[in-house]
């Protein structure tokens, strides 16, 4: 009887004791989980992804520089800073979102970022804003609010077109600019190896330094009366390029069609001598 009525005393605290295990057991962390801490800026990262508060308003320099653990990365929505060499030779990072907020990508952000291959965004037009020092990589897919983009429209409060902008976006196939802009950067869309088309509106007045270099789908191109002077390598080695109408009075650079081997130069409907036009 003693026995009966220790045992019945002690069920209940041992049933609390086993339903706190169970709790527990329930809701640990995963055992896959890995937690780093990079450098002297405490960024921690959990299972390659970087972890940045959200109050983080400036990404410093060099900050993920040689970080051997991130593969992914989501910036603060109030994130900027010049980047500079901020993520270089992360040679694992696959992926990066990056908000409006940011004005300026600096030299060096991305080197030796071999991987990177997927860039998620959610303004065309502050994507387009955006200093560039260099490429973000020369092979991505560019995602527009988690969709990726292959027929890119500009919006019409974009007035100019910058530099590198979209320089190594691999997914692209066709480009609509509206009457709003007025330059095309320098490396803007080079390295788009996919286009196959693209609208230049008669507002453009200027088509900068390597501007479509190595559009190596990009079949024709007509280049409206507005565009007074097309930069140096402006096309080079578009490898498909067949037919290219110019118009009068305007100045093609040195080198603007290099290396493109099967090219036909039309000023407006009258053939010139390649020599003239940059070959």
């Known amino acids: 009887k003693i026995l009966s009525l220790v045992a019945k005393k002690y069920s209940s605290k041992l049933d609390i004791i086993h339903s706190f295990i169970r709790i527990f057991a329930v809701n640990k962390p995963p055992e896959t989980t890995t937690m780093a801490r990079h450098k002297e800026y405490g960024y921690d990262i959990q299972d390659g992804k970087a972890i ?33 060499g901020a993520f270089s030779g992360c040679e694992i990072l696959t992926s990066i979102s990056i908000p ?29 804003n955006i200093k560039f020092h260099g490429a973000v990589s020369l092979n991505y897919h560019l995602f527009l609010n988690g969709e990726e983009i292959k027929d890119l429209v ?39 190896s996919s286009l196959t088309s693209i609208s230049i509106p008669e507002s453009v007045t200027e088509i900068w330094e390597n501007a479509f270099c190595g559009c190596s789908s990009l079949t024709r191109i007509i280049i409206p009366e507005s565009v007074e002077e097309i930069g140096g390598g402006a096309f080079y080695r578009c490898s498909s390029l067949t ?27 009258l053939c010139k001598s390649m020599s003239n036009f940059g070959l």
């Not at 409006?100 to 387009?128: K, M, Q, R």
């Not at 037919?243 to 409907?269: D, S």
């Open 52 to 84: 940045i508060p959200e109050w983080e308003t400036e990404i410093k320099e060099e900050a993920f520089g040689d970080c051997e653990e991130l593969t992914s990365i989501s910036i603060p929505p109030f994130g900027d800073g010049d980047w500079e």
């Open 100 to 128: 409006p907020s940011v004005t300026e990508i600096g030299h060096w952000a991305f080197s030796d970022c071999y991987n990177l291959s997927s860039v998620h965004i959610s303004d065309i037009a502050a994507w387009c």
């Open 154 to 192: 500009i919006p019409p409060s974009v007035t100019k077109i910058g530099v590198h902008a979209f320089r190594g976006c691999s997914s692209l196939t066709s480009i609509s600019i509206p009457p709003s802009v007025t330059e095309i950067g320098e490396g803007a869309f080079s390295g788009c």
């Open 243 to 269: 037919e290219v109408h110019i118009p009068n009075g305007c100045c093609v650079h040195e080198a603007a069609f290099e290396n493109c081997p099967n090219v036909q130069i039309l000023y407006y409907g």
